[in-house]
């Protein structure tokens, strides 16, 4: 869910990581990082809601937590995080490109 990587940068660049460097932790290009930070990407009602439950906030949290302590190399799985939202969202019709 692109709601929930704008979410994630923005913890990210609030940790004082640069853009390079949430790019290289995440798997994304820091131009799609740019535009997460400028509201280019990610649906901003959807990310206030989600931003307001204190569930989802704590597993960005974790997440967010995870990601800067990762080793070179370790993949963090964020598709918990993006089942919650979309329970959440009552969004049953979103399918995760990761599923097969």
Same mark, same amino acid.
């Given at each position: @869910? +692109?709601?929930i990587k704008a979410i994630l940068v923005e913890r990210l660049y609030a940790q004082g $990581? *640069?853009? $390079?460097? &949430?790019s290289t932790l @995440?798997? &994304?290009? +820091?131009a799609e990082v740019n535009y997460y930070l400028k509201g280019k990407r990610g649906n901003e009602d959807v990310k206030k809601k989600l931003e307001a439950d204190e569930e989802i @906030? #704590? $597993? =960005? !949290?974790? =997440? =967010? /937590? /995870?990601? =800067? !302590? *990762?080793t070179n190399g370790e993949v963090? !799985?964020?598709c918990p995080l993006c089942s919650l939202a979309r329970k959440k969202l009552n969004k049953n019709d979103y399918s995760? +490109?990761? #599923? &097969?």
């Open positions: @869910m +692109p709601v $990581l *640069s853009q $390079l460097q &949430i @995440m798997g &994304i290009s +820091p @906030m #704590d $597993l =960005v !949290n974790s =997440v =967010v /937590r /995870r990601l =800067v !302590n *990762s963090i !799985n964020i995760c +490109p990761y #599923d &097969i």
